[in-house]
């Protein structure tokens, strides 16, 4: 039987591989690392790919071609990995960018697994916008694990609002 674990451990490989210089878990996936789980259907995985300028249009070639090498399905914009639909998202903003490049190292089981920081999981959601978004950030915020002075620092650095610090 797979496990996050398992889906991990193929996301590991693929850094291993060298088709991607990094990555971080996010969405609902990484918010369950320092809070309730959230409902979620899929991982999300900020990538920052190698060779990514000689894709332009087609950012995330070299993540599908090492999918198909390695038996995996896609469906949508989903790569079936082990069963479980994973998300590969380009970084496609500074506040995405730095959110990898800062990821947590940290572990499922026994595997390591980097994962987009607290501070940066709100900042993140605030920039996305859209109530479900607006509610994991909320949720983080009383979670306790958010330093909010680095996220004041991250949310007036990208110019996004800072108004949920004074209602959470």
């Keep these: 039987m797979s496990s996050l674990q398992d889906v991990f451990a193929s996301i590991n490989r693929l850094l291993e591989a060298g088709v991607i210089e990094a990555y971080a878990v996010g969405g609902a996936t990484a918010v369950l690392f320092y809070a309730e789980p959230a409902r979620t259907y899929d ?39 082990d069963g479980v639909p994973v998300q590969f998202l380009p970084a496609y903003t500074a506040l995405v960018e730095e959110s990898i490049r800062e990821a947590r190292p940290l572990t499922y089981g026994s595997e390591p697994v980097r994962v987009v920081g607290p501070e ?31 996220l004041l620092e991250l949310l007036t650095r990208h110019g996004l609002p800072t108004e949920i610090l004074d209602g959470a």
């Excluded at 920052?48 to 894709?55: D, E, L, S, Y």
């Excluded at 249009?57 to 914009?77: C, S």
């Excluded at 999981?121 to 909320?138: F, K, S």
Aim: aromatic share 8%; glycine share 10%.
């Design 120 to 150: 940066h999981l709100v900042a993140l959601a605030l920039q996305a916008g859209g109530a479900r978004r607006r509610e994991r950030a909320y949720q983080l915020l009383e979670s306790g694990d958010v330093d909010r002075a680095r």
């Design 43 to 81: 991982v999300d995985v900020f990538v920052i790919v190698r060779g990514a300028g000689q894709h332009e249009l087609a950012p995330l070639a070299g993540i599908y071609d090492w999918a198909r090498a390695q038996g995996y399905r896609t469906e949508a914009e989903h790569v079936l990995i």
